[in-house]
């Protein structure tokens, strides 16, 4: 079994649409939760970085995270066609010098 | 740009041969990681190196080693190529309390 385990997809949607984006982990020390995007051929871009339990927001995206649950959630409201690229998962179990365990991607096309 | 640089962007080359990959940091950043990225199998973590130091070992192969030098930019060196090593290579540098920032890859094609 994977430590993080993300449905790669691919998933389309209508240009406006609310999108919600899961993860789930296994390894209950993970305590620091990314989001990265990625267009195709570039490299991953961080876009959300929480600790531990709880919702952050920063402009159209929210992330969510349960650790209860061991499940992680990326909400992008008002979805653009420039929203279409990989989304990555990413977890550790401390800060900086830690390594990051990745989800495998979801891929995700936004439709004009 | 992300203050990650990688060289080359890409790479083609045949089997059996010996490349070198390498990565500058973000100003400031002691870390240093590498992953390797194929369609199949998302991103790899390899090998991470702090401050010159090997800190963490992933599913690197033992045909690849890398090292970080004094100052700081590191280099991956892939042997004895085979075919499925073709993938994208990521370098990422990462400070205390924030997350990684990838460079833009280096694709590696093995004929």
């Known amino acids: 079994q994977k430590e993080v385990e993300q449905d790669p997809g691919p998933l389309s949607v209508p240009e406006g649409a609310i999108v919600s984006l899961n993860c789930t982990y296994s390894?209950?020390?993970?305590?620091?939760f990314m989001w990265y995007r990625q267009y195709s051929r570039k490299g991953p871009e961080l876009l959300m970085y929480?600790?531990?339990?709880g919702n952050k927001e920063d402009g159209r995206f929210t992330a969510q995270v349960d650790k209860s649950s061991k499940y992680i959630s990326l909400f992008i409201r008002d979805s653009q066609p420039s929203d279409s690229a990989t989304y990555l998962c990413a977890m550790s179990v401390g800060t900086g010098a830690q390594k990051l365990v990745f989800g495998q991607g979801t891929r995700l096309t936004i439709n004009p | 740009d992300s203050g990650v640089t990688q060289t080359p962007k890409h790479l083609i080359t045949a089997t059996g041969q010996r490349v070198t990959l390498r990565c500058s940091p973000r100003s400031g950043d002691l870390s240093v990681y590498w992953y390797q990225q194929s369609l199949d199998q998302g991103l790899q973590f390899l090998i991470q190196?702090?401050?010159?130091?090997?800190?963490a070992k992933g599913n690197i192969l033992e045909r690849f080693s890398a090292q970080q030098f004094p100052d700081l930019h590191s280099e991956l060196n892939l042997s004895s190529l085979e075919l499925g090593d073709s993938a994208l290579y990521f370098c990422?540098?990462?400070?205390?309390?924030?997350?990684?920032?990838f460079g833009s890859g280096t694709r590696l094609t093995v004929v």
């Open positions: 390894n209950s020390a993970f305590q620091y």
């Open positions: 190196y702090y401050n010159g130091e090997e800190r």
């Open positions: 990422a540098s990462s400070a205390t309390g924030d997350g990684y920032t």
């Open positions: 929480t600790y531990s339990s």
